[in-house]
C-alpha cells in the first residue's frame, strides 16, 4: 500500500472551512479536509506512487479550476517521507492575484469533486487547461502582456473545439446556412460567454458599462480581433485592444469566463451564485478603477470594506 500526502495553501482557506470527505477513484482513496487553514490531501492504494500521482493531478487541476488557482503546495509526503517540490513546473505557482478567496465558483464537497466529476474532466482538452494554468501562474506575470493576451484568446476555442458544444453548435448554424464548414473564432468565444453574461445580466454587474463596450456582439469582436491582429494579421482589427492596461483585465474575463463554462457545462459542477455575484462585482470595481478613476459606485462587498477602511483613517488624520 503506497500513500502520498499533500499539504497546501490558498486565501480561500483563510475563511472557508469544509467537512472533511472521502471518495474512491481508479482504486485510489482520495481524501480532502481543511485543517489549521490548510488543505489537507490524502491519496493511498496499491499502485504505484506514479499512479497515485496521477489520481492527484486530477484533483489539483478541479481544484484549480473551482478556485482560479492552484493551492500552494507547501509539503508532499510519500509514505511518510518528505520529497522536495521545489522543481515542480512552474505552472503549479499561480499568480498571487488568482488566489482570491472571491474567485471560488463552488462548494468544495463530495458533490463537487467525486469519481463522476473526475471522469468527466478527462473531456477537458489537457493542453488548453496547462496554457491557461501557464498564463495565470506567478512566472508568466512578468511576460509582456501581448502576448498574454494572445494565448488566452486561442485557449478559448482550445476549450470549445473539444466539447461536444462544438458540434451541437456547428449543427444548429448549419440548419440556417447549409454551406457553413466550421465555427467562427467569434462564434465560440460567444458561445464560451454564455453564462458569463448570464450572470452579468441577472446581477446587473455593468462590467460592459464601465469599459464602455454598448453591447455584447462589440465584446466578441475586441477579442476576436484582438486574437487575429496578434496570431494572423488579419485585416478586420477595428475593435482590436491596443493598450496593455485593457489586455490584462481582458486576461481575467477571458479566465472566469473559461472557469464557468467547464464547470457549469462540461462538468456539470452545481455553482454558488453568491460566490459568482460577488466576484464579478469585484471584476467591475477593480475595471472601473483602472479604466474610470472611479470608486463611487462601488458593487462589491471587499471594495465597500476597503474604502470604508480608507475613509475612516482618513477621517482619523483630520482629528489628530
Known amino acids: 500500500m503506497n500513500a502520498i500526502k499533500i499539504i497546501a495553501q490558498h486565501k ?9 470527505f472521502e471518495f474512491l477513484y481508479e482504486n485510489v482513496r482520495c481524501e480532502l479536509k481543511v485543517e489549521e487553514k490548510k488543505l489537507i490531501m490524502t491519496f493511498v492504494g496499491r499502485k504505484a506512487i506514479p499512479s497515485i500521482y496521477n489520481v492527484f493531478f486530477k484533483v489539483h487541476n478541479l481544484l484549480f479550476l473551482i478556485l482560479g488557482g492552484f493551492p500552494k503546495i507547501e509539503y508532499i509526503f510519500e509514505n511518510n517521507i518528505e520529497v522536495d517540490v521545489s522543481k515542480w513546473a512552474r505552472k503549479y505557482d499561480t499568480a498571487s492575484n488568482y488566489n482570491e478567496p472571491e474567485a471560488r465558483l463552488c462548494e468544495i464537497s463530495l458533490k463537487t469533486v467525486n469519481e463522476s466529476i473526475l471522469n468527466k ?17 506567478a512566472y508568466y506575470c512578468h511576460v509582456v502582456t501581448n502576448h498574454r493576451i494572445e494565448l488566452i484568446t486561442h485557449t478559448i476555442d482550445g476549450f470549445f473545439r473539444h466539447t461536444s458544444f462544438y458540434m451541437q453548435l456547428f449543427q444548429q448554424i448549419k440548419k440556417h446556412n447549409p454551406k457553413k464548414r466550421k465555427l467562427d473564432y467569434i462564434e465560440m468565444v460567444e458561445r464560451v460567454f454564455k453564462r458569463f453574461f448570464v450572470y452579468h445580466r441577472k446581477y446587473n454587474c455593468q462590467i460592459l458599462k464601465s469599459i464602455h463596450v454598448k453591447s455584447k456582439q462589440e ?26 492596461t485593457d489586455m490584462v483585465y481582458f486576461i481575467d474575463l477571458i479566465f472566469y469566463a473559461e472557469r464557468l463554462f467547464i464547470l457549469e457545462e462540461v462538468l456539470e459542477v452545481e455553482i454558488s451564485e453568491l460566490q459568482v455575484m460577488e466576484y464579478m462585482y469585484i471584476l467591475h470595481d477593480w475595471i472601473d478603477k483602472i479604466v474610470n478613476k472611479r470608486d463611487d459606485r462601488i458593487k462589491s462587498k471587499r471594495y465597500k470594506r476597503v474604502t470604508s477602511a480608507k475613509k475612516w483613517n482618513e477621517l482619523r488624520k483630520t482629528l489628530k
Open 12 to 20: 480561500v482557506f483563510g475563511t472557508y472551512f469544509f467537512e472533511a
Open 121 to 137: 474532466m478527462s473531456t477537458v482538452h489537457h493542453q488548453t487547461l496547462s496554457s491557461v494554468q501557464y498564463i495565470t501562474c
Open 219 to 244: 465584446f466578441y469582436e475586441i477579442i476576436a480581433d484582438t486574437r487575429n491582429d496578434f496570431s494572423h494579421f488579419l485585416e478586420s482589427k477595428a475593435h482590436r485592444l491596443i493598450k496593455g
